[in-house]
């Protein structure tokens, strides 16, 4: 277990849905810092995320959230971000030089921008039936991924050598775009980055769901 987790603590409680690649990025997280942790499963498809217990943990009425034996914090990126400072295991989760410090924030910011207008995107229209522009999300990733590829054909991870914040903000939603209808057949550095992150000791994987019947390519 995590050192800098007191002994006396009760064990994180992440608030999720199983199939939500935001509440994997927290989930993900936990693991690799090696946090002890519960999930409690919210049945959304009945509002439990829209009752006021849920609500006075995070008003937005979204999962993830997390209790951390009374802090509790709301939106993965900010989740991720809040355990990598305060259970930091050595590892330069957030770079410490100003530069690669800028750089993982500009993908966490990718993460909450194009990577959930993307992939995300089209995996919620073939997951959950949501009423969104499927080819105009399959066309955004397939943007975001011309861009990856070159860059993880030179280097490891979206910042440097080194996992960071930024491989577990991106990783759940990319390496589940198939589910979206997005292939990853054309882009072999993006699959070689993603075996890299899932490679990682103590990494956790996401619940998969079908795939639909034509992935675009």
């Known amino acids: 277990m995590n050192p800098h987790f007191p002994t006396h603590h009760t064990p994180i409680v ?12 927290v989930e993900l997280m936990l ?9 409690v499963d919210l049945d959304m498809a009945n509002g439990e995320h829209k009752g006021s217990e849920y609500l006075r943990k995070n008003p937005f009425g979204q999962v993830p959230a997390i209790d951390d034996n009374g ?22 989760w957030m770079p410490s030089a100003p530069k ?3 750089e993982v924030q500009r993908w966490l910011s990718v993460a909450a921008g194009e990577i959930a207008s993307g992939p995300c995107a089209a995996r919620l229209v073939t997951v959950f039936g ?4 499927h080819p105009l999300a399959i066309k955004k990733a397939h943007a975001l991924f011309a861009i990856l590829e070159p860059l993880l054909a030179q280097q490891d991870y979206l910042v ?3 996992i960071t914040l930024a491989d577990v903000a991106g990783y759940s939603y990319i390496a589940h775009a198939p589910e979206g209808g997005v292939s990853l057949e054309p ?31």
């Open 187 to 217: 882009y072999p550095a993006i699959r070689a980055w993603l075996a890299r992150i899932e490679a990682q000791p103590r990494f956790v994987g996401m619940q998969r769901s079908p795939l639909p019947e034509a992935t675009a390519s």
């Open 14 to 25: 992440l608030y999720r849905n199983p199939l939500s690649g935001h509440c994997h990025r």
């Open 100 to 102: 690669y410090a800028a």
């Open 71 to 92: 802090t509790i914090l709301a939106d993965s990126n900010a989740i991720i971000c809040y355990l990598a400072a305060q259970y930091g295991d050595g590892h330069p």
């Open 130 to 133: 949501a009423g969104l522009d």
């Open 160 to 162: 440097g050598n080194a």
């Open 31 to 39: 693991a690799l810092l090696d946090l002890p942790y519960q999930s």
